[in-house]
């Protein structure tokens, strides 16, 4: 039977969930309650199946100790991370095919951290009074299905039991039909290779994706947007990839420099922990990126501006930031388990950065390589310069077929 968890904190919501479990039965799912509450909860409240006893502990915690501290901050993380490690237990043990909470800003954020520790793929809805604003919290680069509670979470009500009770059938609909795509065989299918792509290396990225679809690979683009980056590096992270052909890593720019669309330090490191091959480009790294013309800071006032388009303005990378983004690639590259080989294209890295663009800068490119060939001096990496422009076809297929060399010898 199909198993819905419940994420929750039955100190303030007791009545909620208990109600949702009733619905969730009457639609032919087990449930199992997780309690993350950190105060008892209320006479009457049904017992959890893991209590905040049992969720404090799991994060290292004592939760009397919680309790007598009167840290709310800190109590509440406690419990994230308790909830994190039973709910990821309890989808390793076959117990967990959904998970559904209700929540307000605590109980949201508890739950969306139990929630993105889960594969891609199975069912998480989160049904909360935050889901009308900012999301990327509860979200991050997982695939989170936020609901909106229209009223706070206080008691079932007229409008509370239209959204909460869709909810429930929504969470059970997904639970049966994920027990269902576990329970069958697996077809095999082509394997899966992630791209990073921006709209400057597209001509690049959709040449290496059709010479890979020839090759026999099913490619999965990610714009690198920053959420996009923190996606890929997940699904890496998750199993789901044979390769990653990353040709644009212009998010490592953003991250060093200030930009908007940076995917965090940790991009360009999850397929090296996981040792699967990775063919690796320098794509828009000429650039760092912000919102409309007037959004860019003051200290970069009289840099080399491109306006994009009315919400993206790019910034011109200086030889001293190239330098700087080629010796974090090298040093994030060396780290990896597994065959990884580097393409540097000496006619530019980005449709801008060609002869005869704003952004075209040999010298800051030249300092770029520099300071990655010699951070890459000595290691396991191979490096290749290319005598092409990163959006050459040439340079594509070179890419395409290193990839499916390096995944070739490695499997």
């Given at each position: 039977m199909a198993t819905v968890v419940l994420v929750g904190t039955l100190d303030t919501k007791g009545a909620e969930y208990a109600w949702l479990a009733e619905?969730?039965?009457?639609?032919?799912?087990?449930?199992?309650?997780?309690?993350?509450?950190?105060?008892?909860?209320?006479?009457?409240?049904?017992?959890?199946?893991?209590?905040?006893?049992?969720v404090a502990r799991a994060a290292g915690h004592d939760l009397a100790a919680l309790r007598s501290a009167g840290d709310r901050g800190a109590a509440v993380t406690a419990m994230a991370q308790g909830a994190e490690r039973l709910v990821g237990e309890l989808y390793r043990s076959g117990r967990l095919h959904a998970v559904l909470a209700v929540a307000g800003s605590g109980g949201s954020s508890i739950a969306a951290r139990a929630m993105q520790a889960l594969p891609v793929g199975v069912p998480k809805l989160l049904v909360s009074?935050?889901?009308?604003?900012?999301?990327?919290?509860?979200?991050?680069?997982?695939?989170?299905?936020?609901?909106?509670?229209?009223?706070?979470?206080?008691g079932i009500n007229s409008v509370s039991s239209?959204?909460?009770?869709?909810?429930?059938?929504?969470?059970?609909?997904?639970?049966?039909?994920?027990?269902?795509?576990?329970?069958?065989?697996?077809?095999?299918?082509r394997p899966l290779v992630g791209a990073s792509m921006f709209g400057v290396t597209t001509p690049a990225v959709d040449v290496a994706r059709e010479?890979?679809?020839?090759?026999?690979?099913?490619?999965?683009?990610?714009?690198?947007?920053?959420?996009?980056?923190r996606a890929l590096e997940k699904l890496v992270a998750g199993g789901f990839l044979a390769?990653?052909?990353?040709?644009?890593?212009?998010?490592?720019?953003?991250e060093l420099v200030?930009?908007?669309?940076?995917?965090?330090?940790?991009?360009?490191?999850?397929?090296?922990?996981?040792?699967?091959?990775q063919v690796v480009a320098p794509g828009a790294l000429d650039m760092v990126n912000f919102g409309p013309r007037e959004t860019v800071p003051e200290r970069f006032a009289e840099r080399r501006l491109l306006v994009h388009n009315p919400t993206v303005t790019l910034m011109r990378?200086?030889?001293?930031?190239?330098?700087?983004?080629?010796?974090?690639?090298?040093?994030?590259?060396?780290?990896?388990?597994?065959?990884?080989t580097v393409l540097w294209p000496l006619g530019g890295v980005s449709a801008v950065d060609a002869p005869g663009g704003p952004f075209h800068d040999p010298a800051a490119d030249r300092a770029g390589l520099a300071a990655l060939r010699s951070a890459l001096a000595g290691g396991p990496v191979e490096l290749r310069e290319v005598d092409a422009?990163?959006?050459?076809?040439?340079?594509?297929?070179?890419?395409?077929?290193?990839?499916?060399?390096?995944?070739?010898?490695?499997?």
């Open positions: 619905r969730l039965r009457e639609d032919g799912c087990e449930v199992v309650m997780v309690d993350a509450g950190v105060l008892p909860p209320p006479p009457g409240t049904p017992a959890a199946d893991l209590g905040p006893e049992e009074t935050m889901a009308g604003g900012d999301v990327a919290p509860y979200v991050g680069s997982s695939d989170v299905t936020l609901m909106y509670s229209v009223v706070d979470v206080a239209l959204i909460l009770g869709n909810a429930a059938a929504a969470a059970a609909g997904m639970a049966v039909r994920h027990e269902r795509v576990l329970a069958a065989p697996r077809p095999h299918g010479r890979l679809d020839e090759l026999g690979y099913e490619v999965l683009v990610f714009h690198a947007t920053g959420a996009d980056g390769g990653v052909l990353d040709l644009t890593t212009t998010e490592l720019a953003d200030g930009g908007v669309l940076s995917a965090g330090p940790d991009r360009l490191t999850a397929a090296g922990r996981a040792g699967i091959p990378t200086t030889a001293e930031e190239m330098s700087a983004v080629g010796a974090d690639l090298g040093h994030k590259l060396n780290a990896a388990r597994g065959p990884v422009h990163l959006n050459d076809p040439a340079f594509a297929v070179a890419a395409a077929d290193r990839l499916h060399q390096l995944i070739t010898a490695h499997a």
